[in-house]
């Protein structure tokens, strides 16, 4: 018998035996896409300024809520003003999170937190960006054993020179 290329072999295949269908082209690489870059923006995080971690406690964020309930009412009763609402909210390391279905809600949100004044001693709320939420520093170090506690606390100065350490 005489052998033949794979491809001649293809294009003599009578039509029963040659595919019935073009394989798919594969995925195109991840990207995101404009709609995925334009939400981002509507996830913000509301921060308390009083403390250096941006957290706010449950029973504050109550109050807040309760305040930015009373200022949604007023907002619904106004006359033509566009609706304002929300998609999931939680809290990233003692942060609240609040997602803007659009642009009309994260001005909202905004500028309602911006004139709640003080609702507590020492507050100072805004609304950021999610990417802008303070961050607590974190170290690492390498310990071969065991070692005096001055030692190791050095060396985690010495090996963590971004982290602020007390001593």
């Given amino acids: 018998k005489r052998q033949r290329s794979q491809d001649e ?3 003599e295949a009578p039509a029963s035996k040659r ?3 073009k ?3 594969p995925p195109p690489p991840q990207t995101r896409t404009m ?3 334009a939400r981002r923006h509507l996830v913000v995080a509301l ?3 009083s403390d250096p971690n941006g957290r706010m406690k449950p029973e504050q964020w109550r109050a807040v809520e ?5 200022e949604l009412v007023k907002r619904m009763e106004e006359p033509k003003s566009q609706p304002v609402a ?3 909210a939680g809290w990233l390391e003692g942060v609240k999170l609040l ?3 659009d642009d009309t809600t994260l001005k909202w949100v905004t500028s309602a937190v911006a004139s709640l004044g003080k609702l507590w001693e020492g507050a100072e709320l805004e609304v950021v960006d999610r990417t802008l939420i303070p961050s607590i520093p974190k170290a690492k170090v390498f310990f071969p054993g065991t070692m005096p506690k001055e030692k190791a606390l050095k060396l985690l100065q010495w090996q963590n020179t971004e982290v602020p350490t007390a001593g």
């Avoid at 309760?66 to 009373?70: G, I, P, T």
């Fill in 19 to 21: 595919p019935r269908y």
């Fill in 86 to 88: 929300f998609g999931n």
């Fill in 35 to 37: 709609s995925d870059i």
């Fill in 66 to 70: 309760s305040k930015l309930l009373v």
């Fill in 99 to 101: 997602s803007c279905r």
């Fill in 47 to 49: 921060v308390d300024r």
């Fill in 23 to 25: 394989p798919a082209p």
């Fill in 9 to 11: 072999a293809k294009a």
